[in-house]
């Protein structure tokens, strides 16, 4: 299908262009971050004068057009203002993600080739050393970087330059001859590239995507064109900027120019929103998750009248999603009454913890639970749930905030086509399809016809409004011994929506039955026990007690009573250890790298099967 009134790029060739448009109202507030303990706000004119200062810094130290520099850094105002700065030196960004392993940092320096690269600081993270401890443990193996810009801290070799030093030569450079920063915005080309996001790598080596500035053109005028955002709004941004999503936020911002609050980490969310009350969250499905099953497991919990109540309310929400999820109409007049007597409280208290001024979220990156997306519109939130790839510059299809579709990922973006593939694959054409794979043409070739349409991997299909669905994904769809199709992808997410579990991973290709790999999470676990009487020390004694798996075998009854036989769950194993980035197996956008566990635990997943079963 096309969209119609297929969107103009003209407006805008490149988001440093957008930059200055924001900054013709200098003293418009811009974003806020916190310093000194204390929230700051920081104003267009301000951000235009340190990128083009940066920028000048950057051409000082010999980066030249088309060179790669490399941010290593977590999310901040400075992260945006260096990247703006690389494109204004008319060089190219290459993010790399702040959870990265010195070898995955490594990796992409040397893969890339950059010249030079950021990095912020040096605490350590409880899994971690440093990032510049990481950075420099690698450095003798990328010969290609010639200097490391130190966000704070002194630099310690001849290779090393501090960014207030850097910021002082461009500084200087610029004033000297101010008009070159214009110029060189407008040399700017659509089809040049301006960034090089390495994928997160769910199967093998991560692959470098080529987005050029029209990709980002036309992503930041595309998300403004749905009127999801406005300028008057107050986004908090936490989310990675190594990772497409966040780099869409970043073009909506330059675009709209509403006021972009950064978190001081995902760790200190929850206070920086009540501190800082912003109106929209782009979030992960992650985050939503544990909303929902925070508000579960402590309604659930709670004793008395209030806790009857709520156990009631919720068990007239699960009848709701039934009837949902089956096209039946719901029966509403006992869920008004739980909307007036629970439902209600629930929004309010969340209210409280979001600050009190939000009115919408943004979710993508993975699927949502539908499940956990009609809890959050019956609280009265409207929750956008978009799709894309970093293939296609994050943001393809968008639900718009007054036309929502629960469990699809709306309309593709004026400008943007849509197509099913004979095999039921995604296929998407328009100005956001990247450029290819850097110095990978055998894999570009595999996923971007010649005609410029590319191949998502997902499976889905797109109703008579022109909504897309998604299925799943087509490399992760399970056909078992028996010939059956299974998504496992539908299955986790299920299991997911339940407070006790944190991780799941179905198993099954080509074997006789389902099993599953699950891990808990923590708080729900240890308030399950201590109900019980039973006392555990570490997390791995915890998901040793039978008591736990019993309380696991029990979720599972539930999401297999409502499925057909052949994609039940036979067995599964809890595993002593929950899945994370620093030890492999999710990604930094929180998503499961199947491939991964499924080597890392295959001793693990062979006992789960009978023995004439395993190996197949």
């Not at 235009?48 to 051409?59: C, F």
């Not at 993010?95 to 600081?121: K, M």
């Not at 659930?300 to 699960?318: D, N, P, Q």
Request: net charge neutral.
């Amino acid at each position: 299908m096309r969209a119609e009134n297929r969107l103009a790029t003209s407006e805008a060739r490149n988001l440093v262009e957008l930059l200055l448009q924001r900054a013709q109202s200098p003293t418009k507030v811009a974003a806020s971050w916190k310093t000194g303990g204390r929230w700051e706000d920081v104003t267009w004119g301000r951000i235009l004068e340190d990128v083009q200062a940066l920028s000048a810094g950057l051409l000082a130290q010999g980066v030249k057009p088309g060179d790669r520099v490399a941010i290593f850094a977590d999310t901040s105002l400075q992260w945006v203002v260096t990247d703006l700065a690389i494109s204004a030196a008319q060089a190219i960004t290459v993010p790399i993600y702040a959870s990265n392993t010195p070898d995955e940092a490594r990796y992409i320096l040397h893969h890339s080739e950059a010249s030079l690269v950021f990095v912020d600081h040096d605490e350590q993270t409880p899994r971690q050393a440093g990032r510049a401890t990481r950075l420099r443990q690698k450095l003798a193996e990328c010969p290609g970087v010639r200097k490391v810009v130190l966000f704070e801290g002194a630099s310690t070799s001849d290779t090393e330059l501090t960014l207030a030093r850097l910021m002082e030569q461009g500084r200087e450079a610029h004033t000297a001859r101010p008009e070159s920063f214009d110029e060189r915005a407008r040399e700017m080309k659509p089809e040049d590239v301006c960034c090089i996001i390495y994928t997160s790598g769910t199967t093998g080596d991560p692959k470098g995507v080529l987005l050029t500035h029209g990709n980002w053109a036309y992503e930041a005028l595309g998300v403004k064109g749905v009127g999801a955002m406005a300028p008057t709004d107050s986004v908090l941004m936490f989310l990675p900027l190594a990772h497409s999503f966040g780099q869409v936020v970043k073009a909506a911002w330059l675009a709209m120019g509403f006021r972009m609050v950064f978190a001081e980490s995902a760790d200190k969310l929850l206070s920086n929103l009540v501190e800082t009350r912003p109106t929209i969250l782009p979030a992960v499905p992650r985050v939503f998750e544990k909303v929902y099953n925070g508000v579960v497991a402590n309604g659930s919990a709670a004793h008395g009248v209030k806790g009857r109540l709520f156990r009631w309310a919720f068990s007239l929400f699960e009848e709701y999603v039934e009837a949902k999820t089956q096209g039946r109409e719901p029966a509403l007049v006992g869920l008004a009454l739980a909307r007036k007597l629970v439902f209600s409280k629930v929004r309010a208290s969340l209210d409280e913890k979001l600050g009190g001024n939000m009115r919408l979220f943004v979710s993508g990156g993975a699927p949502l639970s539908r499940k956990i997306a009609w809890f959050f519109d019956l609280l009265g939130y409207k929750v956008l749930e978009g799709y894309g790839l970093t293939e296609t510059s994050a943001a393809s299809c968008v639900n718009p905030p007054e036309r929502i579709k629960i469990g699809t990922v709306g309309p593709p973006l004026p400008g943007t086509e849509v197509k099913i593939a004979p095999d039921g694959e995604i296929l998407l054409h328009g100005p956001g399809v990247m450029k290819g794979y850097y110095k990978n043409p055998e894999a570009t070739a595999e996923v971007l016809e010649a005609n410029g349409w590319f191949h998502t991997g997902d499976i889905g299909e797109v109703d008579v409004d022109g909504y897309v669905t998604i299925t799943d994904r087509k490399k992760d769809l399970i056909v078992t011994s028996g010939g059956k199709n299974v998504s496992p992808q539908n299955l986790e997410n299920t299991l997911k929506t339940f407070p006790l579990i944190s991780q799941a991973v179905v198993h099954g290709d080509k074997r006789k039955y389902l099993v599953a790999l699950v891990t808990v999470a923590e708080e729900p676990a240890r308030k399950l026990l201590a109900d019980k009487g039973v006392q555990a020390g570490s997390y791995a004694e915890l998901c040793r007690q039978p008591v736990l798996r019993a309380a696991v075998q029990e979720v599972l009854d539930k999401v297999n009573a409502e499925l057909p036989s052949y994609s039940t769950l036979k067995r599964f194993a809890v595993m002593e250890e929950d899945f994370s980035q620093e030890t492999g197996e999710l990604t930094p956008s929180l998503k499961v790298k199947r491939k991964h566990v499924s080597q890392k635990f295959k001793a693990v997943l062979d006992g789960l099967y009978d023995k004439d079963d395993r190996g197949l």
